[in-house]
C-alpha cells in the first residue's frame, strides 16, 4: 500500500518508489494511484516529506536539520494563529531561516466577501480559495547567533527596483520580533516598517 499524503489544498498524493538512470532509488509521490509502479508505505530513513509552501507540491527529500527548535518555532505558530486571517499565512523553516508565507489570493478573497460576491456559497470559501492559491514569501527571520538565540527580522521589498530581502530594525529573541513584525502582517503599516540600514549593509 502506497503512503498517502494530503496537502493544504486537500489533494492527496501516494508513494512510489523507482530507480534512477545509475540504478539508484528513487522517491517520488503522485497523484494518481499507479498499479504498474511500487508502493512504499513508509518513508525511507533518512528522508523527510516536504511540501512547497510557494503551491503545495509534495516531495520526498533528504532530512535536512534544522537550526530553529520547535519551541521557536511555536512563537511565530502561535503569533499567526492570533491573526483575523490566519488562514492567509503558513511557515516553513529552512535551516537559518524561519519565513512567513502570505497567499496571494488573500486581498482579493477579502474584497469579494466584503463586496457580497460570495453570495450563499459555504463560509469556508475564502479561506478554500486561499488555501489553493500561490503562496508569497513576505516575511522571515534569521538566526544569527547560535548561542544567544538571537535573531533578526527581514521582510520583502517587492519594488521592481530592488526584489530583494530587507533587514528590519531590532534584533534579539524570536517570540520579541515574532510580537512585534506579525500583527502588522495583511497592514499597510508593514510596508512601511523602515529598514535596518546598519543589518544591510553587514548582510
Known amino acids: 500500500m502506497s503512503l498517502p499524503y494530503t496537502n493544504r489544498t486537500g489533494k492527496t498524493y501516494f508513494l512510489y518508489q523507482g530507480v534512477t538512470r545509475t540504478g539508484k532509488p528513487r ?10 509502479a511500487e ?36 512563537y511565530i505558530v502561535s503569533a499567526l494563529a492570533a491573526l483575523k486571517e490566519s488562514f492567509r499565512y503558513l511557515m516553513d523553516c529552512h535551516q537559518q531561516y524561519a519565513t512567513v508565507f502570505e497567499s496571494s489570493a488573500g486581498d482579493t478573497a477579502r474584497e469579494m466577501k466584503e463586496a457580497g460576491w460570495l453570495g450563499n456559497l459555504k463560509p469556508d470559501y475564502m479561506e478554500k480559495m486561499v488555501r489553493n492559491s500561490r503562496f508569497m514569501p513576505v516575511l522571515r527571520f534569521e538566526l544569527v547567533d547560535d548561542t544567544k538565540r538571537q535573531f533578526h527580522a527581514q521582510r520583502f521589498c517587492f519594488l521592481g527596483s530592488i526584489e530583494d530581502w530587507i533587514s528590519l530594525k531590532g534584533s534579539g529573541d524570536l517570540s520579541a520580533l515574532a510580537s512585534q513584525y506579525i500583527p502588522l502582517l495583511g497592514t499597510d503599516a508593514f510596508y512601511e516598517v523602515p529598514g535596518d540600514q546598519a543589518n544591510k549593509e553587514l548582510s
Open 39 to 74: 508502493q512504499i508505505s513508509t518513508i525511507p530513513e533518512g528522508f523527510e516529506i516536504y511540501e512547497r509552501p510557494e503551491n503545495g507540491q509534495v516531495f520526498l527529500r533528504k532530512a535536512i536539520p534544522g537550526l530553529i527548535t520547535e519551541s521557536e518555532q511555536q
Open 27 to 36: 522517491y517520488y509521490f503522485s497523484g494518481q494511484k499507479k498499479a504498474e
